[in-house]
């Protein structure tokens, strides 16, 4: 991300246009309307406008009607949306909820990969294959993600069995059946699924720091967990950025694990706005499933900018 | 630091030093360890699964199955979950998007690096603004209808499109930046229009920027359910979608052995991709996000 901020460093060490530049031949070099003409914008931006911005602008728009699947005319109706889905709870619920499974997503996911990237820091075999290996589950389907600790977390399943082998009895807690615990559960899940990601920001954060740092902080006699702490993870603080943003957003958007594995359950407990949406639209409650979407993006584009900004502020401090 | 030094001066050097090689010694156990316990098992139960009968699966767990029907299970799988359609149908939808996806955005990510005007910085900051928003999945349903587009590719590729945009514009207009304009600047004296300066000269130096962004945006269309069952509902078949519904379907309740047969089926290919290519695949994906 920091690409955006060193770009006006980059062209000013262009040669600015002079009044010479008059003459036909530099008029071809500099960058004009007729080099790099605005029409190669529109395509994108025509796509955007489109696919994204209009669904969004209507978002503002079918959040206050009674747009459903059960009549074909469409009528304002005011806030009397949200006023319902406030009364009822579901709102503030609903809200809580994602937000909770955001914060657990980004410390355990930022947690694993980092503490992956710090084992599998060093260039070998063992280590490169061992990478390999965590990558996998980025590859696959979260919903495929979702099913095999569906079957793992049973009561009676494989979990349990191994814990019953080391405690020496029968253990059969209902990883996905608890209404405190199971949303850590499931943020657990979605956190194996992308640490792999996670690892390799942060090793790729470790490779920038220079040789020569760390071979000052040795020949200072720094031990090993001084400039781990002193020297190495200040200079991650873009890896952190990056990762910590990503995995807050992104959970915040979150679907497939969530559905996969609990569905939103036990006792709604689970139910993160994505699954409310997916769940009243199948209902043909399209406006109260526009409703929430509207609020999932006012929470998203409320949280985002303070989150990126104050990550921002830290790495410049430091 | 330097009012450290002298203290811990000699610690190092003699705890510390045979620390480092105890750790030296001990790091490939606890990485295996790891791999096995947190990849192993997971995948295992998923392979040892798709390996039994459905009687034995009834109750998913670790153990061989008694007799291997992997390739009955993949076989059934194979007809009953509709894959061949369902590849076709991932294929259908992730081939046009990423191509639109990477010709457009880095189209537009081009002029947006090159001509800093204020109109294309506000042009900038709302192009890049999908990276954090979510989009509108329930309306984007309405608008398809409107444009008669509902249910089909075409619209599935648009709204990926739109989802998608962002991402490209971003990777590439910070890439476009790090870039001298001299070659271009080159080619036009040469004569070259924009669009040939654009297709010669600019798109072959994206070549690794758009390598990262193929694998981001391969991995998330291919494996997308949830904007999925919101545009295309069960009009067209994709991998994904299927999954969904032979792991939801009364008929396939309990059937663990189709289910992970079909995760095996779904996932082999990528598995594939990432052992072939793994070297380009983790350059690729590291190269983007931390500069």
Partial sequence: MPIAEKAPVLERITPPPTPRANTKRSVASTINRRTHPMWFLAPAFAILLVFFFLPTLFNFIYAFTDWSGFKSSINPTGLDNFTQ??????????????????????????LFGFA??????????????????FLIPVLMSALAVGYIFQALLKPEGSLNGLIGVVLGRTFDYAWLGDTTWTIVVVALIHSWKWM?????????????????????????????????????????????TFNVATALLGSMNGFDIVQATTGGGPARTTEILNIFIYRTFGQGLFAQATAMSLVLFLLVALLAFPVIRTLRKREEIL | MTAAAPRNARRPHATGASDARIWTRLQPFVATALVLGLIGIPLWLVVATAGKSQGEALNPDLSLPDNWQLFENLRQ?????????????????????????????????????????????????????????????????????????????VGMIGVYMGIYMSTVIFFVTGFV??????????????????????????LPMLRPVLATATILICLYVWNDVFYAFFVIGGRIDTLPLNLFRVASAGLYLNNWHLIFAYVVLMSLPLVIVLAVAQRKIISGITSGAVK
């Avoid at chain 2, 870039?179 to 004569?191: H, R, V």
């Fill in chain 1, 196 to 240: 792999g990601l996670s690892m390799l920001i942060y090793l790729a954060g470790l490779k920038t720091i220079p040789e020569d740092i760390l071979e000052a902080a040795r020949i200072d006699g720094a031990s090993r967990w001084r400039t781990f702490w002193g020297i190495k993870s200040p200079l991650l603080a873009p890896a952190v």
């Fill in chain 1, 116 to 133: 992956l990237a710090v084992l599998l820091e060093r260039d070998n075999r063992v280590n490169r294959i061992a990478r390999i290996f």
């Fill in chain 1, 85 to 110: 889905l406030a009364s009822d709870g579901t709102l503030f619920r609903a809200i809580r909820i994602t937000l909770v499974y955001a914060v657990l997503v980004a410390l355990f996911q930022n």
């Fill in chain 2, 77 to 153: 799988v194979w007809v009953d979950g509709e894959v061949p359609a369902a590849f076709l149908g991932s294929l259908l939808v992730v081939v046009p998007t990423v191509a639109g996806v990477l010709t457009f955005g880095s189209m537009a990510a081009w002029i947006l690096a090159r001509r800093a005007t204020r109109l294309n910085a506000v042009l900038y900051a709302l192009g890049i603004s999908g990276i954090v928003l979510p989009p509108a999945v329930v309306t984007v349903v309405l608008l398809l209808r409107q444009l008669g587009l509902a249910g089909s590719a």
């Fill in chain 2, 177 to 202: 930046r790090t870039i001298p304009t001299s070659l271009e600047e080159a080619a036009q004296i040469d004569g070259a229009g924009p669009f040939t300066v654009f297709r010669r000269v600019v």
